[in-house]
């Protein structure tokens, strides 16, 4: 018996790995390919950015964050199913938070200087605190009605982000976001390490993609623990969910409470990247973006949250590559029929659009299509 | 007319009555079920079956009456509360989570059996591997129980009728219940999918000794399979007893078959 389950562990001949455990088969890397192909990629991504521009290591960074909020983003509308557009407010708190307990003391506004051990997760826990609050309100309502109220979280927070001065520095003005010092050590400056002089960008880079890849993986677990399918549950059917035992109430509390702190620690995150905050940085524009990326990255997935980070934050990079060839457009600033942003926006409605008619399950969809087509190469049809 | 409830009672309900606004869907309906008991529940349609179903289950509320569940009173008790002291439910028009699959499914039914904390979760810890681990062992029993095998890793929206009933009937089992209620189990099932679900609700007696309540619209699986019938109409039971007894009832008769015309034809002419 033992030998046997010992012999199926190898690879015979190409054929695939039999699962011999249900440890085994719910992990998150079920077969070493798979495995094997996400330490590849940790790894270059890790090596990256020293062969990259400037501004190009800063968008990608700013791809990690994105991830992260649209991970919560994702655990909260894709899996749980309770729509919101109140993404914005929260990553606003979340920097916010940060601001306060992480920045200088400067001009009016208030700045602890605290470490980033400590701001960090305190960003992401005031959201996941004032969203615990918000619950029982929020989540007596559901599908629309639950979008508008969000909604409304969204201009009532730009409105006290503008008034809070000593907090936020007030409209048009701003403030400096937290300083990433991490146990001593700055984030976000040039530094020597072992002899190499390596950009800030770099190492601020490094950071968030540890950050997220940390959350990511915790986003993973969760979703295929019990929190994960209770989440199903409430979205699919609410009444059969609580006959079996699921609360509606506290699972759709956990589901805004956990989808609160990934927005917070993202916009800690996003915040530092910005260089200067302002309020009106966390406006209904951005939680559309969110939307965005977990519609087009694919609903209920923790890989497509990703995939639509990448696509949601690296598009206007495409569009601005590609806009000087095609006749009639205008560059920023041009004359022309359209300039680059309203066909950045132009694109990016259209596309939600295209996915959500032709593949609801977004990227991830796409590339479950693909991956399926050439596991039975040559005989897919 | 009231049966006094005794120790080898699992469930006894008394004198419930149910209306919504104007419309009485129960009216002072009073019965108990024995420990290993299968209980069937019949009427015409809109008789207040599955509503009395859905008053045991914590759904809907009561007006008047109360339903005692091994000595604990269920009226005002949470649905979810109701499931975790052991009352498992299967819906007449199949209640299946039909993104997941029919692993997960049937998971769902083991809620009450994990306990692990967000925390635990999130970094997926040895205590979180080991109880999914346990009741992944009982649901992968139950889906070999059940001859749900080769649906294991479908989305449940994908499977055939018949099949959803099945993962259905296994996701209440998954509960561990002491009392299961059966709403229609083999509704729009041909006569072989019937047998089928008739001897895995045999079997899952004998077996596990869970008592029973089953509403059902097949008679012969109903005269077949049940120690008591109770039959309601119009929200009024109308009678209870064995099968035998309850189909020689000119009360249920006139219910499912109507008045007998030519006594009132006689009076005309």
Known sequence: ?381 | MVELSHESTVISLDGISLSFGGTRAVHDVSFYVNIGELFAVIGPNGAGKTSIFNCISGVYRPQKGSITFLGEELIGQSPEYIARIGVARMFQNIELFDNLTVVDNLMLGRTQHLAYSVLSALVYSPKTRRQETANREVVEGLIDFLDLEAYRAFPVGMLPYGAKKRVEFGRALAMDPKLLLLDEPVAGMNVEETEDMARFILDVRAEMGISMILVEHDMGLVMDLADRILVLDFGERIALGTPAEVQGDPKVIRAYLGEDLSETTKELT
């Not at chain 1, 495995?35 to 940790?42: A, E, M, P, T, Y």
């Open chain 1, 1 to 381: 018996m033992s030998k046997a389950t010992a012999s199926s562990h190898r690879t015979t001949r190409g054929r695939p790995q039999l699962f011999t455990s249900y440890a085994q088969e719910t992990a998150v890397f079920n077969t070493r390919v798979k495995r094997n192909w996400v330490l590849v990629g940790i790894l270059v991504m890790l090596v990256l950015p020293f062969f990259m521009q400037r501004d190009m290591v800063a968008l990608i960074t700013t791809v990690f964050i994105f991830a992260i909020g649209g991970i919560g983003l994702n655990l909260l509308t894709g899996y749980a199913g309770q729509v919101s557009l109140g993404q914005a407010f929260f990553l606003g708190v979340g920097a916010y938070t940060a601001a306060v307990l992480g920045g200088e003391s400067r001009s009016g506004v208030i700045g602890l200087g605290w470490d980033m051990a400590i701001w960090l997760p305190l960003a992401g826990l005031v959201p996941a605190l004032i969203a615990l609050v918000l619950a029982p309100l929020a989540m007596r309502v559901r599908g629309l009605y639950l979008a508008i109220l969000t909604l409304g979280l969204v201009f009532i927070g730009e409105h006290i982000f503008k008034e809070a001065k000593p907090i936020t520095g007030g409209a048009g003005v701003g403030r400096a976001p937290a300083d990433p010092v991490f146990l001593g050590f700055d984030l976000f400056a040039n530094q020597t390490i072992l002899g190499y002089r390596i950009d800030r960008f770099t190492i601020f880079y490094v950071a968030c993609f540890i950050i997220f890849v940390i959350m990511a993986f915790a986003a993973k677990n969760f979703a295929r623990s019990r929190f994960g399918r209770s989440f199903a549950a409430v979205r699919d059917r609410d009444i059969a969910a609580e006959v079996m035992g699921v609360s509606l109430l506290r699972t759709k509390t956990l589901a805004f409470v956990i989808s609160s702190f990934y927005a917070g620690v993202s916009g800690a995150l996003l915040s530092i990247v910005i260089g200067r905050i302002s309020p009106e940085t966390w406006n209904i524009l951005l939680s559309i973006d969110f939307l965005a990326v977990i519609f087009i990255g694919g609903l209920a997935t923790i890989s497509g949250s990703i995939m639509g980070a990448v696509f949601v934050v690296l598009l206007p990079k495409g569009v601005n590559a590609i806009t000087p060839y095609i006749p009639g457009f205008g560059g920023v600033g041009e004359g022309g029929v359209l300039n680059v942003f309203e066909l950045q926006t132009i694109i990016f409605g259209l596309l939600i659009i295209l996915f959500l008619i032709l593949e609801p399950r977004g990227l991830y969809g796409l590339w479950l299509r693909l991956r399926n087509y050439f596991k039975a190469w040559p005989f897919s049809y």
